[in-house]
Every structure is written in C-alpha cells, then in structure tokens.
C-alpha cells in the first residue's frame, strides 16, 4: 500500500514538474491570443528554433551566457518581423487566415533544419549536475527543477504585468475591444508586436530547456502539440488557465503513463491529454478560466 | 434644396476649437456618405449635430477622430483642424494625443477590465502616475456611481453606469475636445436628463468643447449652443441651439410640435415626413 502511494506521488510529482514546463509554451499562446485574437499554431516550431538558436551557438563554441541572451534577442526579432511581415496584412481579415498563416509558418520552420544543418540531434548542456534532487521520498532530475522554476517566474512575472502594469492594462483593453482602445491614444499595432515579442521570449526560454532535456532536433516541435490541450482545458486567454491546465495535463500523462503504459504496451502519454481535451470541450468549452463574453440582458 | 439653410451669424466673441472644412468621406473607395461637410466647434460650448439614422453623423465623428480607417473609409477631399493645425489623415492615437477624444455610441467599455482599470486605460497618453490618480479622483467627483463600482467589471454595470464611464474614461486623456455619440441612446429618459446635465457641468467647469452628436433632438437643443442639421451625409441647416428650436421645420420634424405649439400625433409626422425633406 504505501509503495503503491509513494509511486502515484512520485507520479503526481514529475507530472507537475513537466506540466509548468507545458504552462511555459502555453503561455506564448495565450499572450499572442489574448492581445492580438490570433490563434498561433506555430507555438511548437517557435520553441524548436529558439533550441537550434541556442545549440547553434553552443557548437559554434559562443559560451552559455552569450548563447541564451542571444537566442532569446534572436527570437524576439523574429517574432517582430513575423508580426511585421505576415501578420500585419492579415489585420481585420478572418481569423481562418491567420490561422492558415500559422500553420504554413509551422511546416516552413520544421523543414528548415532538415535542408541547413541536417538532421543530427544537437544538445545544450547546461552547467547543472546529473544527480536527481531527492524530497519526501522521491525525486526530480535537475533540469525539471530549473524548468519549474523558471516556468513559474514566467507565469508570476507576466500574470503580475497583465494585472498591475499600465501597459499590462492597455494590452487588456487592446484585447477587450481595438477600435476603442485606438480612440483612448493606444498605439494597437505596437502592443500587437509586443504580445508577439513577449511569446517569443517565452518560446526561447522554453527551447533552452525543453532542448536542453530533450535534444534539439525537429521533434522538439513536438512539445507544441500539447499546448492545445492545456490552453483549451484551461482557457485560451487566461494565464492563470496556462498554469492550472499544464499542471493537470501534466498529471494526467505522468498517471496514465504510469498506470496504462504496462498494459497497453505505451503510447498513452500523447492521447491521454487529448482526451482531457475532448472532455473539457464538452463540459466547458470555454475552459476552466477562459472570458465568457458577458451578455447583459 | 427647397428651403434655403439658415445660415446665421454667430456671435464672433468665441474662438473655434476643432474646423471640419468640406470634407468628403468615401467606404470601401466606393460609397459616398459624406458630401462636402463642414462645421466648427467653438471653444467652451456644445455643439450638436441632429439627424436621422444614416445621416452620416457617426461617420462624421469617426472622421474627425481618425477612427474611420478601420472600418475601411477614408477621407478624400477636404481638411479638419484643431486650433488651426490641421489633424486630418493621422492615425488615431495621434490625434487622441493633440486633444481629441471620442466617446462611441452603444457605451463601449471595456468589459473585462474593472472600471478603475477602464479609466487607467483612458489615460493611456499620460505619462505622470499623479495626475492619473488626480484624473481618477475628478472622474469620480462628477459621476460617484463609478466610484462604488470601481472594481467591478465594467461588464456587469448598469447601462446607465456604462455611459458615465465612458465619458469619464474619455476625460480621462485631458481633452480640449470630446466627440460624444449618441449618450441617449438606449437610456431611461431621467438617466439621461442626468448624463446630459453632468456634460453640461463638465464643459463649464473643466473648459472643454463637445462635438454632440444625437438622436435626441429635444434634449441635444437644451443643452447645445449651437447646432446642425444633417441628412443624407450633408448639411442642411446650422443655428444656433435657439434659433434650432424655433425653427419650424425642426419642431416639427425633430421636434414633434406643431405652429400651435401643442404635440403632434406621431401619425402627422411620419406623414409629413414622408411628403417633405429639405433634400429629395
């Protein structure tokens, strides 16, 4: 009985740990629709690029400290000119074109790598040891723990610039309604690039550590896909719902992992999250946090 | 034009604020729905600007504020300026900033933030932290019913509420001029004898100039000083708020009164109506 808990905790533990990581890329997502109404199918492939950034630099013997600040200078520049070039003509239009837009810039990204550099996987090794940190009886490697921890840094530092900022203010109001927030002095073309900028920053600091863990290679975009479980089940444009649904997608696939893996021969952490999904859909399908519109009757 | 516009001369001891001078107004680069307009808002007083549903005043407001490229019109001929310097042809934050703002009709706040935060959000020009908080405080001084609610969600306000934050976010950004569309609209008659009175008090007291532009021809004429008339995206008649309201074809066509003085049947008016327009 209590080895059979203390394997549902360690469970329970190392899904929470992944699932902030999961918050982390959720977050660029929800920045990007909360302010600007664009649904970024690209997420994926944004955290693929900022880890071949940063493992580039890292074979071209560029240290650490220059690698990370530059992956992350490289990816908010890309977002800008992605913002400048692709998404600005699309203002106004429907929502489908942006969302075209996304997934064509989704499969351009992915083929790149393939085409330069080839498909070896590449790695970025942070300066941190190999020794799991143990507590309460069980224990988590140390990449999962800078990932925890820089993930909520993340979320607290953005969820306080949303709620606190004047300029967190003025990205609601953008959000909320454009053609006011124009007539209030709001520069709306400028926050959109920041939304973008801000995911991209995300985006970078989720590549260092995902690739870190993972590996650079194509596959990394991979971590993207489970983004839409986590922001639907926690709601689109909310942070708080980015947090709390990572945190349950992350259980979720550790547990069934956990439990599942052994009789059905494994698979079951990519579906099992999906499943979530479809479940939340029917129940809410705004997601646990996400803005209701409010009618007033 | 069967009646010739009574033209009239205004007396000259007022400076004006913001000059539309014979703009044209084209959607889509195709339809034309301002044609030629021209009015001035003079320094300290409300101007209002009557008419009927797509008369073209919103367009003519959306014009003024630079708004109207969103929704696909622009401006082809003509100028508007504030104080003198021309304003036409800049993007809407800029002329948010040189001292114009626009409060839209159907009390659009914004629902997902407090209405503290909607008044934050109204100040975005300014820079000094202090005189946000000061702007806050005035703000509530003539509207405290926003100041009870100022961390509800502005959503779930009464729409009598929504309309005072509205014009209190507008204040918010310091303006010289405010475009204020159809306040009326939608509101119970007390409510708006209310907003109307607070307009009035706020353009004597905090030295501002309104552009108003309304349905409500009654209430508009009691608190303007001066007004215009328009239809079919021109203007057909200009006096002042007195001269307006003894008119006789405004009495009977916004005002609903007869010669006689007694009120109309709503029944001779559409009559009438339908048989006499300045523009056919």
């Known amino acids: 009985m209590k080895e059979e808990f203390e394997f549902l905790f360690s469970l329970v533990v190392s899904g929470l740990s992944i699932g902030m990581m999961y918050s982390l890329i959720a977050l660029g997502f929800v920045l990007v629709y909360k302010a600007t109404d664009a649904i970024n199918f690209a997420q994926g492939e944004f955290v693929m690029l900022a880890g071949f950034i940063c493992a580039g630099m890292l074979a071209a013997s560029v240290p650490l400290w220059m690698a990370i600040p530059i992956a992350i200078i490289a990816m908010v520049v890309f977002s800008f000119a992605l913002e400048r070039v692709v998404l600005r003509p699309l203002l106004g239009r429907p929502v489908v074109a942006v969302i075209m837009a996304t997934i064509g810039l989704a499969a351009i990204l992915r083929g790149l790598p393939p085409i330069t550099i080839g498909s070896q996987t590449l790695t970025i090794p942070l300066p941190i040891g190999d020794e799991p940190v143990k507590f309460l009886g069980t224990s988590l490697a140390q990449i999962q723990v800078l990932g925890l921890v820089v993930s909520a840094a993340c979320l607290g530092g953005f969820t306080w610039f949303f709620m606190k900022s004047r300029m967190g203010v003025a990205m609601r109001a953008v959000a909320d309604n454009q053609q006011v927030a124009m007539a209030m002095g709001i520069n709306v073309e400028r926050y959109f690039a920041i939304a973008w900028a801000m995911a991209g920053i995300v985006a970078a600091l989720g590549g260092i550590i995902w690739g870190s863990m993972l590996g650079v290679d194509t596959q990394l975009a991979l971590v993207g896909l489970k983004v839409f479980p986590v922001v639907i089940l926690g709601g689109l444009d909310s942070i708080i719902g980015a947090v709390v649904g990572g945190l349950i997608i992350g259980v979720v696939e550790s547990v069934a992992a956990g439990y599942l893996d052994p009789i059905v021969g494994g698979g079951t952490k990519d579906f099992a999250p999906y499943v979530v999904m479809i479940i939340a859909l029917m129940f809410r399908p705004y997601g646990l946090f996400g803005k209701h519109k409010i009618e007033r009757i | ?280």
């Open chain 2, 1 to 280: 034009m069967q009646d010739a516009p009574a033209h009239d001369v205004v007396a000259p001891s007022t400076v004006t604020m913001l000059a539309v001078n014979n703009i044209e107004v084209v959607y889509d680069n195709v339809v034309l729905v301002l044609k030629g307009v021209s009015l001035d808002v003079k320094a300290g007083q409300i101007t209002t600007l009557l008419g009927a549903n797509g008369a073209g005043k919103s367009t003519t407001l959306k014009a003024i504020s630079g708004i109207l490229f969103t929704e696909r019109g622009s401006i082809t001929k003509g100028s508007i300026s504030l104080e003198g310097m021309p304003i036409h042809g800049r993007r809407p934050f800029e002329v948010t900033k040189l001292g114009i703002a626009q409060v839209f009709e159907g009390r659009r706040v914004f629902e997902s933030l407090s209405c503290e935060e909607n008044l934050i959000a109204g100040a975005h020009i300014e820079r000094d932290m202090g005189k946000i908080r000061d702007g806050i405080e005035r703000v509530f001084t003539y509207f405290p019913r926003i100041k009870e609610r100022r961390n509800q969600l502005a959503g779930y306000l009464s729409g009598g509420e929504q309309q005072m934050l509205v014009i209190g976010r507008a204040l918010m950004s310091s303006p010289k001029v405010v475009l204020l569309d159809e306040p009326s609209l939608g509101l119970a008659p007390m409510l708006v004898e209310e907003i109307f009175g607070i307009v009035k008090r706020l353009v004597s007291e905090q030295s501002l100039s309104v552009l108003l532009v309304e349905q409500n021809a009654n209430m508009a004429l009691t608190v303007a000083d001066h007004g215009y008339v328009m239809e079919n995206g021109r203007i057909v008649l200009e006096g002042s708020a007195e001269q307006m309201r003894s008119n006789s074809d405004i009495r009977e066509f916004y005002l609903g009164i007869n010669e006689g003085g007694s009120k109309k049947s709503y029944r001779d008016v559409k009559h009438y109506k339908r048989r006499k327009r300045w523009l056919s």
